[in-house]
């Protein structure tokens, strides 16, 4: 292990979850600042993305497990007894993240059916999830090499973005858990039939995911 601090972020310019770039230390609504020629600035209407959690109640809606509001963050300077923000509570709802070195190399399969694939021969699972392929939003969004362990989530959810930016309708930094403009995209079950569009409370919805499995090498030892 590494570091374990705050949230998995996605960034306009776009991190890929296997990368420990995308495991930010601390949360801050703009972590970017553009430089031209001659100025550097921290832009209000600049957006950044981050990963919400993601172990929901099977059965809940989305609007049951995150906030339906715009969540607004209160400077320090500026708060009062009755108006401290939001920030702690935003905090609470981003997904955490840590980074750890590993004795061997490590790998993402997947079965491209809805059946969970299992570790080669001298292989050791390390978790078993869903076969997530890219996250979008109006600021931007990222996608994932196969390959790589971030392309493998354990939890499967329709919202995997939360954007932030720092000049909100109320001139405070403000984020936003259901943003009407993000989308995800996961690898579909090869195996499994439909008309090509289901509810997200529909009960059969992740079984028209591919599932996936993310292995570490064994590495050799010496008898």
Known sequence: ??????????????????????????????????CSTDTCEIK?????????IGNFTKGNTISEELPTKELVIIPEDEKTADNQGDLELIKSYLSRCTVCDSPSSVMAIHSFTNNKPSCPNKWEQLWVGYSFAMAVDRAGGVGEQLQGHGSCLKYFTPQISV???????????????????????????????????MGTLDENLEESISRCVVCRRIPDIAL
């Open 44 to 52: 209000g209407d600049d957006t950044s993305i981050w990963m919400p």
């Open 163 to 197: 954007r932030c930016i720092m000049s909100g309708a109320t001139g405070y930094p403000t984020c936003h858990f259901q943003s009407q403009s993000q989308k995800t995209a996961y690898i579909r079950a090869n195996n499994f039939e439909s008309d090509g569009k």
């Open 1 to 34: 292990k590494q570091w374990y601090q705050r949230r998995v972020a996605i960034t306009a310019g776009g991190i890929p979850l296997t990368d420990p770039g995308s495991c930010m230390i601390n949360f801050n609504v703009q972590p970017v600042m553009e």
